[in-house]
């Protein structure tokens, strides 16, 4: 029998705070206030982030360049 449901990539607080290029202590500091509005699943008490969520957060931070005015 195949299974067709796709899978999705979870990785480890340590993992995504690696892809952050933060601490794995700020992760569970914003889970903990449920304020960063990064996602995270709580499976056998272990936080972990969908790869995929993670770009979604990293691309709606993302800021546009700023224009230099001339004087």
Do not use: C
């Amino acid at each position: 029998m195949s299974d067709d449901t796709p899978h999705r990539k979870l990785l480890t607080r340590k993992e995504a705070a690696h892809r952050l290029g933060l601490s794995e202590n700020t992760l569970a500091k914003w889970a903990g206030m449920g304020r960063s509005g990064l996602p995270f699943f709580l499976i056998g008490g272990r936080a972990r982030y969908d790869a995929q969520e993670l770009e979604q957060f990293i691309d709606s931070h993302r800021k546009p360049p700023q224009v230099a005015k001339e004087s």
